[in-house]
């Protein structure tokens, strides 16, 4: 298996423009999850998703974000109007139910947002 | 207030020296904590998971060792090599959960020098 797989790998774009990060997880995970990381606040879960619905987004900073997850092959994070303090790494992850405590992250996008 | 806090924040050792980090939490109740690597540009991987009934807990170079009842875990590297430079971070986990909430430290940054 390839592996979490995320694009783009980098993304920069100005202040108010829409950003979509995309994530493909290992196949026959049923759980996945979106992170931030930052140098002021290290990782944070923003929100996962079991067997595509949406379970937990507290950690989802404002109305501006937002996931979905169509299927089980494929996810969305999206970011609208993106903001200069948006700038992160986005990681990926997911996890199989029968694993309970093993997540397999992927490469992260880094998003930079002038 | 659910926390964990991991020392020092950097650390920098002689390739073939051991180094031992550490990791306090005040999350409770407890379900397990793990250890990750993250390489520069690359995603968490995990090293070591560990429960409440377990102690000690080795892969290759790596130990880590788990106080349940002081709420500290330290992972020692033996023998460091190059490959060994990283951010280690330690993530503890709740039972609030199936899942359980997910709580991050901020990482310890490792180099090691030839």
């Known amino acids: 298996d390839a592996g979490v797989i995320q694009s783009p790998r980098h993304e920069v774009t100005e202040m108010g423009q829409e950003v979509t990060l995309r994530c493909k997880p290992i196949?026959?995970?049923?759980?996945l999850f979106w992170y931030r990381q930052t140098m002021m606040r290290g990782l944070e879960l923003l929100i996962y998703?079991?067997?595509?619905?949406?379970?937990?987004d507290s950690g989802m900073p404002e109305d501006r974000f937002s996931a979905k997850m169509p299927n089980a092959s494929f996810s969305t994070l999206k970011i609208q109007p993106s903001e200069p303090r948006d700038s992160a790494v986005y990681f990926c992850?997911?996890?199989?139910?029968?694993?309970?405590?093993?997540?397999?992250f992927g490469p992260g996008t880094r998003l930079t947002v002038t | 207030k659910n926390q964990v806090e991991q020392s020092p924040q950097s650390l920098i050792i002689l390739e073939g020296k051991n180094c031992t980090l550490q990791?306090?939490?005040?999350?409770?109740?407890?379900?397990?904590l793990r250890w990750y690597k993250q390489d520069t540009g690359r995603g968490p991987v995990s090293l070591t998971i560990?429960?409440?009934?377990?102690n000690t807990k080795s892969n290759r170079r790596y130990t880590a060792t788990l106080d349940a009842d002081t709420k500290q875990s330290s992972l020692h590297i033996t023998a460091s090599q190059l490959s060994d430079s990283a951010s280690y971070i330690c993530?503890?986990?709740?039972?609030?959960?199936?899942?359980?909430?997910?709580?991050f430290g901020r990482g310890t940054q490792l180099t090691v020098w030839p």
């Open positions: 990791c306090n939490y005040t999350v409770s109740p407890f379900s397990n």
């Open positions: 196949s026959g995970h049923d759980y």
């Open positions: 993530v503890v986990s709740d039972r609030g959960s199936t899942l359980g909430r997910l709580y």
């Open positions: 560990m429960t409440f009934s377990e």
């Open positions: 998703f079991n067997n595509n619905v949406p379970i937990d």
């Open positions: 992850a997911s996890r199989s139910g029968t694993h309970f405590y093993e997540q397999y």
